[in-house]
């Protein structure tokens, strides 16, 4: 059984990133989904650490100014020559590993990007979702099938508590295209029922915008059934 953890790091400053560090060597997963990445020292002093004491780092570079994602493992991870997340619009927000395991098991870190309500952020938003569902839609029924997808979506379903206005059409579709796609929520899987919040909004209403999923056609025996939803790292 695999364990995962998905951890938004704020575009860490190099003290932040120190204690977040500390704070996640004490963790028993063997995936950590990071995040709000940065060009930043703190982003690279965490991820130099990882890869010093042996763990697995991939990290995709972004534009300087943008945020992304990583992946960290504990288990060895495959060569990777090119997949179809590689033409995502926004290619830094997106960290895919084959971690060594039989058969292998696939891990994809997602930074979805927020917006506000500009045309050009939410266009931006958009075209990163559609591409986003258009690689997964392209991948090979081994890879889907054992694939686990976690991060910061930054959307909310349509059966959230407390419901928010503002949210569009093509949001809630994320969520609604990997449900159908047979993805499975792992935090309903181990709190049915539990509305949980990742992120509280300056009027205090909480959001649930950081999500894990795996493969609902995933052998029973190999689920990664510990993939429970963690957000924030501490301050």
């Not at 870190?109 to 839609?137: G, M, N, Q």
């Not at 930054?154 to 159908?180: A, M, Y």
């Not at 709190?191 to 029973?220: K, N, V």
Request: glycine share 8%.
């Amino acid at each position: 059984m695999l364990g995962a953890l998905t951890v938004n790091i704020g575009a860490a400053s190099r003290g932040r990133a120190e204690r977040i560090l500390h704070w996640l060597s004490r963790q028993p997963d063997d995936v950590f989904l990071l995040t709000e990445t940065s060009s930043g020292d703190g982003t690279a002093y965490l991820l130099k650490q990882f890869a010093h004491a042996g763990f697995a780092v991939v990290h995709t570079p972004g534009t300087e100014r943008d945020r992304g994602a990583a992946l960290v493992s504990r288990v060895p991870i495959l060569p990777l020559e090119g997949t179809p997340f590689d033409r995502v619009s926004l290619p830094g927000r997106v960290a895919l590993a084959a971690l060594d395991t039989d058969p292998a098991t696939w891990f994809v870190s997602v930074y979805v990007p927020s917006r506000d309500r500009s045309e050009a952020k939410t266009s931006r938003k958009e075209a990163f979702i559609t591409s986003f569902l258009a690689a997964l839609a392209e991948l090979p029924i081994h890879q889907h099938d054992h694939l686990v997808i976690g991060g910061d979506y930054n959307v909310i379903s349509v059966d959230h508590q407390p419901r928010h206005s503002g949210f569009l059409p093509f949001e809630f579709g994320l969520l609604d295209t990997l449900d159908k796609r047979g993805f499975v929520d792992a935090h309903q899987t181990c709190f049915p029922g539990e509305q949980a919040h990742s992120w509280i909004g300056r009027t205090g209403d909480g959001y649930r915008l950081t999500t894990c999923m795996w493969a609902e056609r995933w052998p029973t025996a190999s689920t990664p059934a510990h993939t429970c939803m963690r957000h924030d790292a501490p301050e």
